[in-house]
Each structure stands twice: as C-alpha cells, then as structure tokens.
C-alpha cells in the first residue's frame, strides 16, 4: 500500500505569516490527493482536493500544489482561526491512507 | 443542508460486537459512495470501509476485513458499519463520510466507540 509523509509534524507561526506544509506519497498518485483541517474536537474539514482545487468557502489564503509524490498546503496571511491539524490524504486507489497529519500553531 | 448523524457508538468488552448507523439528510443519498473513516487516539486518520452508492461494491482495510460488514439503505438514507470480534485497537471516533469525486466533502460530528475489558 502507498504510505503518506508529512513534515513537519508541528510547527508554530506568527499571524500574517505564510506557513508551508509538505506530503510525500510513497509512490506517484497523480494529483489524486485531498487537505483536510480538523480543529479540536471537531470532524476534519475539506480544504482543498486534486491537489489544488479550492473547495467552495474555503478562504483563498490555503492554496494546494503539487503532482506525482510531492504535494504542499500553503497557509499565507495566517489568521488565529488557522490553529489546527492538518491532513493529507492519497485518493487514487483505495485504501485511501491519511498522512499522519501536521499541527499548526500560533506563536 | 447536507447532515451525517453518527450513533451506536458504546464502551463494548474485546470480542464483543456494535452496530454503527449514519443518517444522511439533504442529498441524494443513493447517488454517492459513503465511507467509514476512524480515528484512534492520538492517532491519524483511516478510512476503513466504503460502499458505492447501489451497494454492489463495498471495500475494507485489511485491519478490519472479515470482522467488520457495511452496508446502507437507501430507502431509509442510512449508512451501516456492522462491527464484530472488536479489539482494543478498533477504539476510536468513527465518522460517517460522502464521498465527492476524490476527496470527502461532509463528515459527520463522530461517534465513540471504546473496546476495553
């Protein structure tokens, strides 16, 4: 099975900041690949899928790139809302595997 | 609006078995695959069993393959995960998801499910 990376696995950031987040696939999934936000105590939220299409009412702050292996999450302008743990997940083939997921907090 | 209501969820012994239920309101639910993805404490994400949207087609993470059974019904707009043989390692939140092309687009608010003796 294809086996998600992401790094870091936490990191703090002041607001206004840009912040980049990085998922590695263990192999090439095309640009079949999700971001998710989960806040404490809440379901994940979509952000972004196929790589770097923005889900609607996401804020235009998150942008997603990347194809094959290697795919960020950039959080530019960061807010105190932003505090979370963000996933990756490969959408290729199942089993749909997760990334271990990178928390973000604010300095 | 779009609703996924999660319940069933309990503190079961090892070996023991629960029945998960996931009620869909908003859309039509015979049209999408719906998932089941848990997570562990402290642990990430994992989407552990899917159906499309007639049924026909079902999958289950090697973890939970031949313990765990899903199904739905589509007249009632319900999601099924039929969880036996359970194991101190299937304790987690399990959330009841659509599926939206290649991503899930809703997700419901979680339900416990606590394996221990």
């Known amino acids: 099975d294809i086996q998600m990376t992401q790094s870091p696995s936490s990191l703090s950031a002041s607001v206004g900041d840009t912040v980049t987040i990085t998922c590695r696939a263990s192999q090439g999934i095309n640009n079949y690949l999700a971001w998710y936000q989960q806040k404490p105590g809440k379901a994940p939220k979509l952000l972004i899928y196929?790589?770097?299409t923005l889900q609607s009412g996401v804020p235009s702050r998150f942008s997603g790139s990347g194809s094959g292996t290697d795919f960020t999450l950039t959080i530019s302008s960061l807010q105190p809302e932003d505090v979370a743990t963000y996933y990756c997940?490969?959408?290729?083939?199942?089993?749909?595997?997760f990334g271990q997921g990178t928390k973000l907090e604010i300095k | 609006e779009v609703q996924l209501v999660e319940s069933g969820g309990d503190l079961v012994q090892p070996g023991g078995s629960l029945r998960l239920s996931c009620e869909a309101s908003?859309?039509?639910?015979?049209?999408?695959?719906m998932h089941w993805v848990r997570q562990a404490p402290g642990k990430r994400l994992e989407s552990v069993s899917s159906?499309?949207?007639?049924?026909?087609?079902?999958f289950y993470v090697n973890s939970v393959k031949g313990r765990f059974t899903i199904s739905r019904d589509n007249s009632k707009a319900t999601l099924y995960l039929q969880m036996g043989s359970l194991r101190v390692d299937d304790t987690g939140v399990y959330y009841c998801v659509r599926r939206f092309g290649s991503a899930y687009d809703y997700w419901g608010q979680g339900t416990l499910v606590t394996v221990s003796s």
């Open positions: 908003g859309f039509n639910f015979h049209n999408y695959a």
């Open positions: 997940q490969k959408f290729d083939n199942a089993p749909y595997a």
């Open positions: 159906t499309s949207g007639d049924g026909t087609y079902t």
């Open positions: 196929t790589a770097s």
